[in-house]
Structures are given as structure tokens and as C-alpha cells.
């Protein structure tokens, strides 16, 4: 208790301190700050600071004042105009910002699209997943969907991989190149690729064997017991089943993560 009395009036000190420099004009104190007051939830004093902030120069404090007036206040038109304020003012996250927001609260997809591909154009490799995920989930533009996925898996989105295995799987009904993007995704080390992969063996090729093969490489991911009982209660795996998926799995080229020889009694 006395720690934790120590640690309050410590952390009150740092506030004030703070709140002193702001004062007298020092811009990294405002729009501390602001953040500080942002992430406890204060809005009159996130807003106070970010004002303040923003006076003095601080092209990160317009966009903080545009979140409290979308999130707290629900005020798009005004989280708009800050926004946009900031996005003038260079500020790199701004544009990613304008987008969530035309798609989330004003269900406005030719503006997200718009600013999404500007927010990808200034540098911010989100977006090009974002707009992947947009043309694939809300306009079911497929084509452009694979074209903002693999822009998104080039750049190093690590999530692109199994989106376009999704896509070809689930909706292209394309199982080769499923299982090509599902391959690249656990080799990047999304487990969800191979469990996918071996979804696809056994709801599309009707292949048992090479699903359940693939399904025990979630073992490390899973226990031994859930992945084995799981077969077994899911799939109806008999014993001889699982000692044949257990063989097949040994010759698979899988990482070494994914590789069991833990046997399958």
C-alpha cells in the first residue's frame, strides 16, 4: 500500500510537472497531455490540451481533437473539419483516420475508398489491407479485393496471406491457389493457415487423411489431447485414421513449429 501511495503521488507530480510546462508554451507537454487525458477518458481536459497543443503548432493535436469529437462526442462533422485540418497539416495518420471514419459512421464507401488509397499513397501500408478488406466484405469487389490484398501482402501485412486464401477458398472456389495462399500464411507463422488448409482438404477434397496430416500441426498451438479428441469427435476419426493422418504428416514440408512426433496413442 505504501508503494502503491509512493507510485500515486509520484504519477500526480509527473501531471503537474507536465501541465507547467504546457503552460508556459512547451508543445510535446500539451500534447502529452492530451493523450494522457485521451486514454483516462477525460475529454474536457484531452480536449483542453489538444486545443492547446494544436495552437501552438502541433499538426497531431488536430487530429486528437477530431478523435474526441468522433468518439466522445459523436460529432462527425466536426471530427471531419479536424481531421482534415490535420491532413493539411501533413499529419501521416490523418488520412487512414477520414477513411475508418467514412466507412464505420457514415457508411460512405466511395469517400473511405478515396481516402484510403491517399493514406496508402502517403506511406501507411494499413490501408491497402484496409481496402482489401473494404471491396472484399462490404462490396464484394472481388477482383480488387485480390489486387489491395496482394499490394498488402508486398508491403509486409502479414494478414493479407490468409484473407486471400479466404477469398479464393470461400468465394472464388479456387482450392489450388487457397491452398498456395494458406501455404504462405503458416509459413509466415499464422497458425490459422494451416488449420485452414486442412479445413479445405477435408470439406473440399473430401480427403481425410491429408486433413487430419495437416490438423496435427496445431498440436504445440493446441494440446496433444484437444487436436487428437477434436479429430476424433469433429471428423470421426478412427484409430487407423489418425495412425495414417500421424505418417502422412511426417513427410509434409511444414516448419518446424508445426511438425508433431509426439505419436498419436
Not at 472484399?136 to 493479407?160: F, M, Q, S
Request: glycine content about 8%; charged content about 30%.
Amino acid at each position: 500500500i505504501l508503494f502503491l501511495a509512493f507510485a500515486s503521488l509520484a504519477y500526480a507530480e509527473s501531471v503537474y510537472v507536465l501541465e507547467q510546462k504546457a503552460k508556459s508554451g512547451d508543445l510535446d507537454a500539451a500534447r502529452e497531455l492530451g493523450e494522457f487525458y485521451l486514454e483516462e477518458g477525460e475529454r474536457q481536459k484531452a480536449f483542453q490540451w489538444f486545443k492547446r497543443c494544436y495552437e501552438l503548432g502541433d499538426k497531431r493535436c488536430a487530429r486528437g481533437l477530431g478523435v474526441i469529437y468522433e468518439m466522445f462526442d459523436r460529432d462527425y462533422p466536426n471530427a471531419i473539419k479536424w481531421y482534415e485540418i490535420a491532413y493539411k497539416m501533413k499529419d501521416d495518420e490523418a488520412a487512414y483516420s477520414l477513411a475508418t471514419l467514412y466507412e464505420d459512421r457514415h457508411k460512405d464507401y466511395p469517400k473511405a475508398l478515396k481516402w484510403y488509397e491517399i493514406a496508402y499513397k502517403e506511406g501507411d501500408k494499413d490501408a491497402a489491407y484496409a481496402l482489401g478488406l473494404l471491396y472484399d466484405d462490404i462490396l464484394k469487389d472481388y477482383e480488387n479485393a485480390k489486387k489491395w490484398y496482394e499490394i498488402a501482402h508486398k508491403g509486409g501485412y502479414k494478414d493479407a496471406a490468409y484473407a486471400l486464401g479466404i477469398l479464393y477458398g470461400n468465394i472464388l472456389k479456387d482450392y489450388p491457389k487457397a491452398i498456395e495462399w494458406y501455404t504462405i500464411a503458416y509459413n509466415q507463422g499464422d497458425y490459422k493457415g494451416i488449420q485452414a488448409t486442412s479445413v479445405l482438404y477435408y470439406s473440399r477434397y473430401k480427403d481425410k487423411i491429408t486433413a487430419g496430416a495437416y490438423n496435427l500441426g496445431l498440436i504445440g498451438k493446441y494440446s496433444k489431447e484437444d487436436v487428437i479428441n477434436n479429430l476424433k469427435s469433429d471428423w470421426n476419426f478412427t484409430t487407423d485414421e489418425l495412425k495414417q493422418a500421424y505418417k502422412l504428416h511426417q513427410t509434409l514440408d511444414l516448419p518446424s513449429r508445426y511438425r508433431y512426433k509426439g505419436g498419436v496413442d
